[in-house]
């Protein structure tokens, strides 16, 4: 059953009557009610196109958060072949928050990243809802470090609230995970793409998208900090988030004009959540031709590259 956001109520209710009629439809009456069910999906369909295409950036997290959207495990399963998990930080234990290993993307050996929030509440639980613990940024460090062992292109899929904030986190060194990760994001010797297919959240997300092509999906969100969490901190009251989420410039769209993302991957009429399949071709595309662009460069090249991408972010406003 297709859940519905509070602002998709217009929405909603044309495709509620659209399968009222179809109901009453099954019988003899179905070639009269016909036409009033294309009509009505027409009508529906152009409502859905409207609404999308002057999304607020509260409306924005609201869909990068859609319970329904495609998450790491649907993008691997569609993009990856052959993929061979790896489990632990070789330190701790193991975090899963965090899946990688490796695998074949169009047939090329690549190593893959991603935040995993989870689709049941079973799996929200045991993924801790896509928020890292240390372990899981030391595993991800681990990952990197090894495939610029063996020189293979790095590909990580961002969909975090931000990193596991409890004290047990920062009693095993949080911060110190965080900075390592990105450290061996900036090492790396060989391509690395991001795609930020969710939610972007502060150095939760940072650590595995130091990349020489960050992507972001038309409706995802990135920033520093959620809009409740800067809401609390700006203003004391997480009820103005709609605001904090206006003034942080969080959409891909604000994000590209201001030179923090390369790239919008667009997503399917209505939000990823509406065709998965469609949105995660469409990054596989755009990995794809990202890849394709960085695929003559050597280690050094890709090093220098990666690090003046960031140290110009915020020079040329």
């Known amino acids: 059953m297709r ?3 509070d602002f998709e109520k217009p929405v909603a209710e044309l495709e509620a009557k659209v399968e009222e009629l179809r109901a009453l439809g099954e019988g003899d009456d179905a070639v009269a009610i016909a036409d009033d069910v294309g009509r009505l999906e027409a009508k529906a369909a152009a409502a859905l196109k409207e609404l999308y295409a002057s999304l607020t950036p509260w409306q924005k997290t609201q ?28 330190k701790f234990g193991e975090d899963e928050a965090i ?22 509440t079973e799996a929200r639980i045991r993924h801790n809802f896509g928020m890292a613990r240390p ?14 062992r063996f020189e293979l292109p790095v590909l990580s899929f961002v969909d975090t609230a931000g990193a596991y904030p409890g004290i047990e986190a920062e009693e095993r060194g949080q911060a110190e995970a965080i900075a390592r990760s990105t450290e061996a994001c900036l090492a790396l010797g060989a391509p690395n793409v991001a795609v930020v297919i969710g939610e972007g959240g502060s150095g939760g997300a940072i650590a595995i998208a130091t990349a020489n092509k960050v992507l972001m999906l038309e409706h995802a969100i990135y920033g520093v900090i959620s ?7 700006l203003w004391r009251d997480s009820a103005r988030a709609q605001d904090a989420a206006t003034s942080m410039k969080i959409t891909a769209q604000d994000l590209l004009r201001l030179g923090v993302i390369d790239s919008i991957v667009p997503e399917p009429v209505g939000g990823a959540h509406r065709d998965p399949k469609g949105a995660i071709a469409a990054a596989g595309e755009a990995i794809a031709g990202a890849l394709s662009e960085l695929g003559n460069m050597g280690p050094a090249e890709l090093r220098s590259h990666r690090s003046d991408k960031f140290l110009e972010i915020g020079r040329k406003l």
């Open 3 to 5: 859940s519905y956001l």
């Open 135 to 148: 372990e899981g940024y030391r595993k991800a460090a681990r990952l990197i470090e090894l495939a610029d």
């Open 99 to 120: 899946v990688g290993g490796f695998g074949r993307f169009r047939g090329a050996p690549v190593c893959v990243i991603g935040q995993e929030k989870g689709a049941s």
């Open 63 to 90: 869909v990068a958060r859609h319970p329904q959207r495609p998450h790491f495990a649907d993008y691997c399963a569609e993009l990856i072949a052959d993929f061979a998990p790896l489990a632990g930080d070789r």
């Open 227 to 233: 809009p409740e969490g800067a809401a609390s901190i």
